[in-house]
């Protein structure tokens, strides 16, 4: 046994070794997102369960969880960004001088934009962290100082050009994935001329469901009004609450 | 008789600046190849004096992969399974603009107007593209059983005759359907698998070292390859590649 750094240096180094990482880190984030969804279509069923499951999220391993499954996201990402964005640039100089008359056969749009498509994708991933995670308005993050996900969710998405980005995003997270789900198959070696019928399909399939679940949110809160009033009444309450002295109590059932 | 336009890349040599220069290609037999068109309108050139159009070309049947051309933006033109020896006049219309341009690659240079160094290539099969024992003569193939399917996906792979067009029209010039298929047809057959994982480990470096891109799926390679490579055999690569290195690093 001779597992030496140095094969993984070469690994990386090499053409397919990166896309093997690009493939692998791609397959994680496509079955994180395939969870997110899941979860936050909860927002639907009612505020308790969603309130519920963040709290579930947060509780997970006495807390511990969350911030292992932030990490493995982190270092998903930042694989997958290092590696895309220096096989594009290898890609570009490995043809130094264009075709004056250029064509395309076969090639998707989709696949020909997978950089744009993964850098617009990332800038709306660091805005997503600043507005839900971290909070950086005070606005939402009272409501999740009282425990109100739900409602701090329904909040977010009640400002038009939050919705109008998050939309955006996900249409080009679409494209993103209508390539790269098929991608994987291929770069993993597990397509061939039997399975490629099949293998497009469930990627189209695939995105198509990211979308869609992923937009119906903003669109039923901003265009449809979906929670607004829930909403209210849970703003007064927390009003009431704090106007009654009792805000500090609420906080210390929190912890 | 087609009268076209041609827009025709020429270049003195690897160092000088190259351009598009147009031509009149008028009377060309719709009988002629593309090739003859160019005999045609080189003719013309070389008796008003001038300096005619060099291409490579060898075999004018399809077999060499020596003829080069970018055909209006794809290489050996956008017929399928074809190359541009084997494409004919008829195809085109009267009155249209036909651009001619070599294929574009950092690691194919160009040489002269439409020719370039496909030399690399020679250098990857020399890093692997090959069995290095002797493997008998036609009496010993026939007495090693090969599963049909196996035989059948290496005759396939076999039948690439390395003319580079996969690289040419790839948006990131990569070899690998070339590089996938000359490995596969080895490693396929019971003559070459002993020596599976060296080749695939060599093969690849080598192409990564000559400065090829990277594959991103998108199945170019296989829609203008002359030949008709699957893009399966990219997907056997890769899937080779991940056991190899594996192989390399543990055991
Ligand atoms: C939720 C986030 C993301 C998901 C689910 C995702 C998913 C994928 C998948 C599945 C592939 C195909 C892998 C393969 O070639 O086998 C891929 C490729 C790619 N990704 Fe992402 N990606 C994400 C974010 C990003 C970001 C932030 C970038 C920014 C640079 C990016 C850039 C790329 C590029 C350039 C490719 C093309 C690589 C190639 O075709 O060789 N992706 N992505
Ligand atoms: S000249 Fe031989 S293949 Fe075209």
Known sequence: ?255 | MLNLTLKVWRQQNATSEGFIETYDAHDIPESASFLEMLDIVNERILNDGGEPIHFDHDCREGICGQCSLTINGIPHSKERGITACQLHMRKFKTGETIWIEPFRAKAFPLLRDLIVDRSAFDRIIGAGGYVSVRTGSAQDANNLPVAKTKADAAMDAAACIGCGACVAACKNASAMLFVSAKAAHLNLLPQGAPEKNKRVLGMVRQMDAEGFGNCTNQYECEAVCPKEISADNIARLNRDYAIAIADEAAV
């Open chain 1, 1 to 255: 046994m001779n597992l030496s750094s140095c094969s993984i240096c070469q690994f990386w180094h090499s053409s397919i070794g990166k896309k093997l990482v690009v493939a692998l880190t791609g397959l994680f984030l496509v079955m994180f997102l395939a969870g997110h969804l899941a979860g936050n279509l909860l927002i639907f069923q009612s505020s308790a369960d969603f309130n519920e499951y963040a709290h579930m999220l947060h509780s997970m391993m006495h807390g511990w969880g969350v911030w292992i499954f932030r990490i493995l996201m982190l270092v998903a990402l930042a694989l997958h960004v290092i590696a895309t964005v220096q096989l594009t640039a290898a890609n570009r100089s490995a043809r130094a001088t264009r075709y004056q008359k250029d064509a395309t056969m076969v090639a998707s749009r989709s696949s020909r934009m997978m950089i744009w498509s993964g850098l617009t994708v990332l800038v709306f991933f660091v805005f997503h962290i600043l507005h839900y995670t971290v909070r950086v308005s005070p606005e939402l993050k009272e409501l999740a100082d009282f425990d109100q996900n739900w409602a701090m969710t329904v909040k977010g998405f009640q400002n038009p050009l939050v919705s109008i980005f998050y939309i955006i995003a996900m249409a080009l997270l679409c494209s993103h994935l209508s390539h790269g789900v098929a991608s994987i198959f291929q770069t993993l070696g597990l397509r061939s001329r039997k399975t490629a019928g099949p293998i497009t399909l469930l990627s189209k399939a695939y995105s198509l469901i990211i979308f869609v679940g992923f937009i119906s949110i903003p669109i039923s809160i901003c265009f449809f009004g979906y929670g607004k009033e829930e909403l209210q009444e849970t703003e007064q309450m927390i009003e009431q609450a704090k106007s009654l002295g009792l805000d500090g109590i609420l906080h210390e059932h929190r912890h």
